[in-house]
């Protein structure tokens, strides 16, 4: 079920539960939503324990050191000793900016609407 053996980064995502199908890991290299050790990595590259994985999930990087190699799915609690994650904390709540959003197609704000959002923006 594990070795130190080289493993494709795809299959690997996958057994550690960082996606949900491996067809979901492969799109993600295709994307280029995958480095290792820096380098944009393919579904097929090998990774070996003690490769830095980065791998961007939902806007966010994910900075992940391959302790053991999976080829197959395993429970939460191993999968969790397989890797090493580095990820930096999300900043605060309250250091992200509110971004004002209006709905697509509304068209142009009124003049209230454009009053608000200038508010908001502290202007």
Known sequence: MSSDSPVRIDAW?????????RSAA??????GHVRVNGERAKAAQSVRPGDEVRVRIDGFDRMLVVRRTLVKRVSATIAATALEDRT????????????PVRDRGAGRPTKRERRDLERLRGR
């Not at 995502?13 to 199908?21: D, E, I, P, S, Y």
């Not at 492969?26 to 994307?31: D, E, K, P, Q």
């Not at 930096?88 to 971004?99: D, G, H, L, N």
Request: net charge positive.
């Open 26 to 31: 492969t799109a993600a290299c295709r994307a």
């Open 13 to 21: 995502l996958w057994a550690v539960r960082q996606f949900k199908t």
């Open 88 to 99: 930096p904390p999300p900043p605060p709540r309250e250091a992200t900016t509110i971004v």
